[in-house]
């Protein structure tokens, strides 16, 4: 499975749960997406070729800032600070990020301990303990759970298995019969376009279901 299906089906869950809170605002909701699509990566920061490493190593220059402050806007002296502050600071998390994530890369074996179960469960009691102190809503944190696990559970559609409930056993455990799991690996499979296929068809008709729901549309 390739991190582009571990992100599409991450979006998914994130467009699909969501759509069960009526009262989010649509802010909520869009960050909602964003962190389904973050956590649902993360897993495989265990590895300099997943998709996550591949694009904060990527960017060359800082994509976020110049997406966010065009061309003409830098033309004017407020937009050209405005580039200068936020470019050295999406450079400086950069920085921290590809040192942190190198660091796990070469500590962690691929699809070990960012892939248990318990390791979920012990980030995931951090984030509420934290969201409960600085009184951030715990919904976040739910929908953090959600996004990393539809990545180990993804992972386990695979042919190599995750070892979800190490340690209590080391044993590799599937989802699927050996007859149709999914070859790991950087290619998508005809499979996976199948599920990112269904996938996006499914996304499309909730977005239009919450763009309604927003009254945007
Ligand atoms: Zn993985």
Redo the contacts with the bound molecule.
Sequence with gaps: ?TGKT?LTLGILIGIVFSSFFANLSIYQYLLIILITAGSSLL??VDTDSSFIQYKVRGWGRPALTQWFINYKNRKTLLGTLFYIVLSFIELIIRAILIAAFGIVAKLVVH?SVT?YLLSLLLIFILLVTISLYGKINIIYSVFFFIGYLS?ILG?MLTRSGVKIFFPMSKRNFHLLPVKYRLRTGVVVSKEEYLIIGIGLLITTTLVIFNLARFKLI
Excluded: S, T
């Design positions: 499975m571990h897993p495989d699809r892939h990545h992972d």
